[in-house]
């Protein structure tokens, strides 16, 4: 209400100012008109007194008067109202020459005179036309405006208020029935939503934007308890194995009996499982935290696929093959290697016989495809295969002592790298797997 009334103040005075000196010169236009009037009949060598009797337009009411001076001042001829009295104004110009002035006159005791006074050259010498003008009009029409204003003013505020105390209040009436609803929402309690209003405006969009936050919070938060719950189930597996074995260990020492070099070799596989699936978890955990990329160096990824066909080399059974074309990206060279070599080792587990291992750009991406002959992922779990722990059906199912972090580990890495991961039908049969990374650079020289 206080900027309104300012805005208003500021506008209504200037309205009236303006309005005010629009009505003088339209006053100040009309004395001159007269004043010209006068001359062009003195100049026809008409008497003064006549070339004013002729001209009797406001001087009845007084708004008007006129006087035919002589270059000393002496009167010569007067409008009837000012008849016998003294020079309207002590104004003195020149033939051609034209003054103004506002004056009180005895005319009237409240209303000032807009005065002109032009001289004139006659046949019978030189002569001052001076037409006085009431501005009276005008004044008294800028008055009534102020009065009018000044009584609309207090109404105008009034409806201002009142009509901004209901909108915004309205507003922050569901402003604060949201921040009463989101005061009493914790974590054991994020299923809960905020009301949505039915106006659709900003208050609505906050609403919606709330509850979609709360849908995401509530997913982080269902998919931290999941993910807890089923790393303690894996944790559970070796470490049961780990106690059990060291349990036989126990009674084998207190009987003085050998101990056998499987049981042994088995704790040794367990713990080497816990050891990796510890890792794993931590990797995670970093990833949520603040991400996983370290290091932005120049990598060439030809050279990570090479040693992963390298390291395949002379498995019994299998069949690598390989086609390489010479492309550099832009990260952490260790994650990378994880990356490729966690899609290996899942191809590697699932194919019947043979893996497929590509590398090429296309356009300003890096893509690196790993495809095996195995039974291949169906298309309804193609995008939880890269959630935590999933595990498909028995086509895919662990086999090498995996706990399903393998692919999503492969996810976080090449997220973390601005890059996408996908699974789609090799084309022999099977799953390929294809990694693209922004490769800004052309392909080196093969």
Same mark, same amino acid.
Do not use: W
């Given at each position: ?17 303006? !309005? ?36 009797? !337009? ?22 009837? /109202? ?96 949201? %921040? ?14 905020? =009301? ?61 009996? =050998? ?30 935290? !603040? ?50 070599? /966690? ?6 587990? !699932?194919?019947?016989?043979?893996? %497929? ?57 090449? $997220? ?20 693209? $990374? ?9």
């Amino acid at each position: 209400m206080v900027v309104v009334a300012i805005v208003l103040a500021l506008a209504a005075i200037s309205f009236v100012l303006l !309005h005010r000196r629009a009505l003088v010169s339209l006053a100040d236009g009309a004395a001159v008109a007269r004043a010209e009037t006068i001359a062009d009949r003195l100049t026809v060598a008409a008497p003064d007194q006549p070339a004013l009797e002729q001209d009797q !337009h406001g001087q009845v009411t007084g708004l008007v008067a006129a006087q035919v001076l002589g270059p000393d001042g002496a009167v010569l001829a007067s409008s009837a /109202n000012v008849v016998g009295r003294p020079s309207l104004t002590p104004l003195r110009p020149g033939p051609a020459e034209m003054l103004r002035e506002d004056r009180f006159l005895s005319l009237s005791a409240d209303d000032p005179f807009r005065v002109v006074a032009l001289g004139v050259g006659t046949p019978r010498g030189d002569r001052i036309v001076v037409v006085a003008q009431s501005l009276g009009p005008a004044y008294e029409s800028t008055e009534s405006e102020v009065g009018l204003l000044l009584a609309g003013f207090p109404i105008l505020l009034v409806i201002v208020g009142t009509a901004t105390g209901l909108i915004v209040g309205r507003s922050l009436r569901a402003v604060e029935a949201l %921040r009463r609803q989101v005061a009493v929402i914790s974590d054991k309690r994020l299923h809960e939503r905020v =009301p949505v209003p039915a106006a659709r405006d900003e208050v609505q969009d906050l609403a919606e934007t709330m509850n979609e936050m709360l849908d995401r919070l509530e997913g982080s938060a269902r998919a931290q308890r999941r993910f807890v719950a089923d790393a303690s189930h894996e944790l559970r597996s070796p470490l049961s194995t780990v106690q059990v074995g060291l349990e036989l260990m126990q009674v084998r020492l207190q009987r003085q009996a =050998p101990i056998e070099p499987e049981l042994i070799e088995t704790l040794r596989a367990e713990s080497d499982r816990l050891e990796q699936l510890i890792a794993d978890l931590l990797l995670l955990a970093r990833a949520d935290e !603040h991400g996983l990329v370290g290091r932005t160096d120049e990598v060439d990824l030809d050279d990570i696929v090479d040693g992963e066909v390298r390291r395949l080399a002379g498995r019994p059974g299998l069949t690598v093959s390989v086609s390489l074309t010479p492309v550099r990206v832009r990260g952490d060279r260790d994650q990378l290697v994880r990356a490729v070599r /966690n899609l290996v080792d899942n191809a590697v587990t !699932h194919a019947r016989g043979q893996v %497929r291992l590509q590398l090429r750009q296309v356009d300003r991406f890096a893509e690196i495809e790993v495809s095996d002959d195995g039974p291949g992922v169906p298309a309804t779990d193609r995008d939880r295969i890269f959630d935590r722990f999933v595990r498909l059906g028995e086509s895919r199912q662990r086999s090498s002592g995996g706990v399903g972090l393998g692919l999503a580990i492969v996810r976080e890495i090449v $997220l973390g790298h601005g890059g996408t991961v996908s699974v789609t039908d090799a084309p022999g049969g099977g799953a390929a797997f294809r990694i693209r $990374l922004p490769a800004p650079e052309p392909p080196a020289a093969s």
